[in-house]
């Protein structure tokens, strides 16, 4: 069975500075991954995904992930961070074995980001 | 764009009362799905389904219920809220081809008094 585990429940940081965000997973299959965000009082927001090819996938807002197979690692990166991505996090992932494959989610990470 | 829409943003109920969550999808997706999100717990599936009158359990179905009886609609039903119940519900869709990205709702925050 897959399951996602998100290292840090907040991660604080200041405005420019870089950030990175750990997901971990575990499946005994090849996986697709995503990461989504939710600003507050929100639903979910697609960020970026890694379904297959480079392991190095750009999503929105300046937002970068890389797939790291042997580290069954899929960590989040910003090189330089804005008040307005204070916002959690949530790391997912599928084994992708049918059309309807649920997704597995993180119990999140929560981003604050301050002047 | 995808839209997914859910009936109420806030919602307030007694413990026992039947609830009805509604959520409403408009690009056609075959996939829908009802979550329930608690602090410190991330997104749990409560249900799932991948066509009309078709629906799986998730991780946490007890306590719930749910109904497709149209493709766009799928309603997530509490027969007798209990206070536990006190949730944000999340529901989303997804298409059935391979690129398993879910679309979600703007959730729905239950309270049970």
């Known amino acids: 069975a897959q399951s996602v585990t998100q290292l840090d429940s907040q991660v604080p940081v200041f405005e420019e500075a870089p950030v990175e965000l750990r997901c971990n997973y575990s499946s005994s299959v090849s996986v697709y991954l995503f990461w989504y965000v939710q600003y507050p009082n929100q639903g979910l927001q697609l960020l970026l995904k890694y379904l297959s090819g480079s392991t190095l996938v750009k999503g929105i807002n300046g937002f970068e992930a890389e797939f790291n197979k042997s580290q069954t690692s899929f960590h989040l990166r910003k090189p330089s961070v804005h008040i307005s991505d204070t916002a959690e996090y949530f790391c997912?992932?599928?084994?992708?074995?049918?059309?309807?494959?649920?997704?597995?989610f993180g119990k999140g990470t929560m981003l604050l980001v301050s002047p | 764009d995808v839209k997914v829409t859910q009936s109420s943003r806030y919602l307030v109920k007694r413990t026992g009362e039947k609830v009805f969550l509604e959520c409403v999808q408009d690009?056609?997706?075959?996939?829908m799905f009802w979550y329930r999100q608690d602090p410190g717990l991330g997104l749990r599936l409560i249900y799932f389904?991948?066509?009309?009158?078709?629906?799986e359990k998730g991780d946490i179905p007890e306590g719930y219920s749910v109904s497709r009886e149209k493709k766009e609609r799928f309603s997530l039903i509490l027969e007798s809220a209990s206070t536990n119940q006190t949730s944000m519900y999340l529901c989303?869709?997804?298409?059935?081809?391979?690129?398993?990205?879910?679309?979600f709702g703007p959730g729905t925050r239950l309270t049970v008094t």
């Open positions: 997912a992932v599928t084994e992708g074995n049918s059309g309807y494959s649920t997704l597995t």
């Open positions: 690009m056609d997706h075959e996939n």
């Open positions: 989303a869709s997804s298409p059935s081809d391979s690129s398993y990205e879910q679309y």
């Open positions: 389904s991948y066509d009309v009158k078709m629906k």
